[in-house]
């Protein structure tokens, strides 16, 4: 970082728009992104587009604490932005950033942040191509709140959606569930669990690609953020008016997470996920998905967890431990908030 900066605070004059504005701007952001559409210092970025469909998200970052084992709100913001995007079968190409600054926040710690966002971004092979930073009084916000939007473009005959779901098909996720909710639970309850518990906080586009050459394999993906693997799978059984049913003993959930659901009474399939994806694939190619999963970092540990059937529909029930079967709903409010 600018030695200039050592020690100094956001004040309100960073977001006046003048010159320790352009110098804040210059020095911390244009610095690190640090690409031609960004240096342009233009109100707007401009590029060509690949043929295809354009695919566009945004989504805003609030999480408390700002840094937890496996993350940051940084890398969560790139990551959340950069897998909505994937979701659809898209390719990442270009990202915002945007900022509201509390006055007294440490500019190295403001730094340390657009660092990791710099280095997501770079992993998920994304440019941030343009931005905006406001400047609020002293508890007016907390610290820092973070807003990205993310373009990217869906080539050939891609088509993943939610309401594509079909008799037959089965369910994969590619990784244990609930890591990311149960590591934020633990920072803020400062639990004290001998096992480390650490955020699944990363980018999966790249596993996406790499599924999308199998054409047609793929009917519908989410990425299992707030309201975890529940919720998604109740949009798209909703969606596609089909009935999924989970096996309990399928589930890829590690024991420190369990643990911290035990103590709080949570239940894991609701927990916000950040780099675990739900993915209905068709039942003819389910073996070579989950074969290029699991030969990818990012989806070693990926598994079947379910089925599409044809009714009752929109219901998502579970086949538990015990023999018995229940109904796993939506839930009505959230189990946590500003878990990212």
Do not use: W
Request: charged residues 20%; proline residues 3%; glycine residues 10%.
């Amino acid at each position: 970082m600018n030695k200039k900066y050592n020690g100094k605070k956001i004040t309100m004059a960073h977001g006046s728009g003048g010159k320790s504005s352009s110098d804040l701007i210059k020095d911390i952001f244009v610095d690190t992104f640090n690409n031609d559409y960004l240096s342009t210092m233009e109100d707007q970025a401009r590029f060509d587009m690949p043929k295809g469909q354009l695919a566009l998200t945004t989504d805003s970052f609030v999480v408390s604490p700002l840094f937890f084992k496996g993350g940051d709100i940084g890398k969560l913001a790139i990551t959340g932005t950069v897998n909505d995007l994937a979701m659809s079968g898209a390719k990442p190409l270009y990202l915002t950033c945007g900022l509201i600054l509390e006055e007294g926040f440490p500019i190295e710690t403001l730094d340390q942040i657009i660092k990791s966002m710099q280095k997501t971004a770079e992993e998920a092979d994304v440019k941030i191509v343009c931005g905006d930073t406001k400047v609020v009084e002293k508890g007016s916000a907390d610290q820092i709140f973070i807003n990205t939007a993310g373009v990217g473009v869906i080539e050939g005959d891609v088509s993943i959606h939610s309401n594509n779901a079909q008799v037959g098909d089965k369910i994969i996720v590619n990784g244990f569930i609930g890591d990311h909710g149960a590591t934020i639970m633990q920072h803020r309850a400062e639990l004290a669990i001998s096992a480390d518990i650490s955020s699944d906080c990363q980018v999966l586009n790249h596993l996406v690609q790499k599924t999308l050459n199998l054409p047609g394999a793929i009917h519908a993906m989410r990425d299992a953020t707030r309201g975890g693997v529940a919720t998604v799978l109740n949009e798209i059984a909703q969606d596609s008016k089909v009935s999924i049913l989970v096996q309990e003993d399928s589930l890829p959930i590690r024991i420190p997470t369990r643990g911290v659901c035990e103590i709080l009474g949570l239940d894991p399939l609701y927990l916000a996920n950040e780099g675990t994806l739900v993915c209905v694939v068709d039942k003819e190619y389910v073996d070579q998905v989950l074969k290029i999963m699991q030969q990818t970092k990012e989806g070693e540990n990926a598994c079947i967890i379910g089925e599409v059937f044809d009714s009752p529909k929109g219901v998502v029930a579970l086949n538990t431990l015990f023999g018995g079967t229940k109904i796993i709903d939506k839930l009505v409010g959230d189990q946590f908030p500003r878990i990212c």
